[in-house]
């Protein structure tokens, strides 16, 4: 445990302030995707204890719409964020550079590899970050529509209207 929390620490270390915005993204985005999970699940459960009825169309499309709408709402804000981790990611990569290149300017001494070092550090991490939070958010995003939709067609398959859920 403590060889982790000695990781942690170095990671907000070396890749600075926007490490920081990665690890709330971090936070907001795997929420949001569970939570996203957690709607799909329940009114999965829901449909299942209480099966539709044929006899009302117009109340099948309403619970349609409402699903697609709740679904859809919920995955268009991981998506925000999905792609906003790469983003800040790159800004600590474009920080940890403009770094390096103020120190090579300025120093002239031995400490002019470490500093270039930590510069480099600062980038490849906060690169490394973004991609490690957005990739496995990409594609759970995509499972939990895909689940959506599974669950739409299954349980709403007395309306005529087709999914059109993006």
């Known amino acids: 445990m403590k060889a982790l929390e000695t990781t942690f620490n170095e990671l907000f270390a070396n890749g600075g302030l926007p490490m920081v915005g990665l690890f709330v993204l971090s936070i907001a985005l795997y929420t949001s995707l569970c939570r996203s999970l957690l709607t799909v699940t329940k009114i999965r459960r829901h449909l299942r204890s209480h099966p539709l009825s044929s006899e009302d169309p117009s109340t099948h499309s309403t619970m349609r719409s409402s ?4 679904i859809h709402k919920r995955l268009r804000f991981s998506r925000v964020l999905t792609v906003a981790a790469p983003l800040l990611g790159l800004l600590g990569t474009v920080m940890g550079m403009l770094n390096t290149f103020n120190v090579l300017s300025q120093e002239k001494s031995a400490d002019t590899a470490t500093s270039v070092a930590e510069g480099i ?3 490849l991490v906060t690169t490394q970050a973004g991609l490690m939070v957005a ?11 895909q689940l959506s939709k599974r669950s739409e067609r299954m349980f709403f398959a007395q309306s005529s209207k087709p999914s059109t859920l993006t």
Not at 67 to 70: C, E, G, K, L
Not at 136 to 145: G, M, N, R
């Open 67 to 70: 699903f697609r709408a709740r």
């Open 121 to 123: 550090s600062m980038a």
């Open 135 to 145: 990739l496995p958010a990409l594609f759970l995003t995509e499972w939990i529509k």
